[in-house]
């Protein structure tokens, strides 16, 4: 039998969605945003930096970073934010949310205006100070996830809060695409200021000394969506979750509750401190008999996913290179590359990353966690392996638009898919007091897989060719469809039944696990 719930807890669940509903994604989803934009507008300007910083006189093609020099700049940000994901997710249990979530988005402002200030005249330098502030980027970045999830799935009914959290992971896809935006407007900006020919018509005149502040500003713009954010955040009272089931103030937590929902909450601490018996910490027996299962699920789809979706992301520009749909470096000066890589990268965001996303906003508490994830891996798979195949068909000039089609269809599933749902389900299934940590501990397995795909792809395209790539994608999503089976369907439920923190105190764990089993908390859909 359950426990009674918390009155507090119980009006959190079944509030009708009121305006704060939406702030809170807002204030969330701002910090995804900056994450994204962040995260994705470096492989906008990376053929610029190679240009400007790695350019051999005389030499046929236009500068180029080495394939180690890439992979760092590409990758350390994932480095700091796997860091970030774990550090930040186990503080804000320990401390809670809102305390936090200011100093995650402080650390975001700093370095992005840092790592467009990375100084010095040599490459060495520039590039040293560019990946050490991106690290500590990232580490911000990191802490973001755990934390905007968390409070999202805190704040939320039971109806609407896959929606919701869905939403707020969303603005991910407007980061993406403002990137391509802020650096279609900069370098057009630049290009009608200072006209330069193509590298092979006049290799000097192709890039001109102005072209520096083109990737500075664009990574320094990530700095002011997250300081726009900032007093909203301090702002926000802490969750009610966390206030009454880690920090057992009732009083705290009904008065906190009452000012958002509007209505009147009792605070009930005699109850709060009746409840106990599931006070395992996250290496305990009854953390692994209760969840251990579930963890192994998220961490492992989380990390396959992002193999995938990170490798797409940031190589595209090379992969698009290679079917024909970028003209070569040469033929183009530095700023009409850059230009060239931003457009098609915003193209294919619009037309298959944004609509992704918000597609899962709109079915994921129709349809279920479970179904969305399954289908989105089945496609991606799918698609990867059309891609793969046949790829010398797509290489054909009159092929290429198909191509496009495909790969576009390859981001659509991944967001309406797992790429939202990895994000969703770790803020929903596991207890108070370990939530955030256990989201982190996700996030940073899907971190770690992005760690793969940035610097695995970079040595693996220049070492076995973008078909044999895209064919190890197409089997990375089928073994991510194979692990969804661990995760459990959350659709509809309270976060403590969940859990397991409405059980009551003196259920013996064969009987808790029954339980489970009887409510629908399985590794199938309900």
Known sequence: ???????????????????????????????????????????????????????????????????NVSAAVNGVAFCGTLTGQLFFGWLGDKLGRKRVYGMVLMVMVICSVASGLSFGRDAKAVVSTLCFFRFWLGFGIGGDYPLSATIMSEYANKK?????????????????????????????????SFPAPSYEADAAASIFPQADYVWRIILMFGALPALLTY???????????????????????????SKVLQVEVEPEQEKIEQQGGNDF??????????????????????????IAFYSQNLFQKDIFSAIGWIPKAKTMSALEEVF????????????????GYWFTVAFIDRIGRFTIQIMGFFFMTVFMFALAIPYQHWTLRE????????????????????????????????????????HGISAAAGKAGAIVGAFGFQYAEKGIGVRNCLIILGVVNFL?????FLVPESKGRSLEDLSGEAEQENAAPSESRQQEIESGTRTAPV
């Open 399 to 438: 092929n290429r638009v198909g191509f496009v089609v495909m790969y576009s269809l390859t981001f659509f599933f991944s967001n309406f898919g797992p790429n939202a749902t990895t994000f969703v389900v770790p803020a929903e299934i596991f207890p108070a007091r370990l939530r955030s940590t256990c």
């Open 231 to 257: 007093y909203w955040r301090a702002k926000m009272p802490e969750t009610a979750r966390y206030t009454a089931l880690v920090a057992k103030n009732a009083k705290q937590a009904a008065a906190d509750m």
């Open 160 to 192: 609407t809060r896959g929606a919701f959290i869905a939403a707020v992971f969303a603005m991910q896809g407007f980061g993406i695409l403002a990137g391509g935006m802020v650096a279609i407007i900069v370098s057009a900006a630049f290009k009608h």
């Open 1 to 67: 039998m359950a426990k009674e719930q918390l009155e507090v807890l119980n009006a959190l669940d079944v509030a009708k969605t009121q305006w704060y509903h939406f702030t809170a994604i807002v204030i969330a989803g701002m910090g995804f945003f900056t994450d994204a934009y962040d995260l994705f507008c470096i492989s906008l300007v990376t053929k610029l930096i190679g240009r400007i910083y790695y350019q051999q006189p005389g030499a046929a093609e236009p500068g180029s970073l080495p394939s």
């Open 480 to 484: 991510g469809l194979l692990f969804t």
């Open 281 to 306: 910490g996250l290496f305990s027996k009854d953390f692994l008999s209760r969840h251990g299962w579930h963890l192994l699920g998220t961490t492992s789809t989380w990390f396959l996913l992002d």
């Open 340 to 355: 060239k890589i931003a457009r098609a990268q915003t193209l294919i965001a619009l037309c298959s990353t944004v609509p």
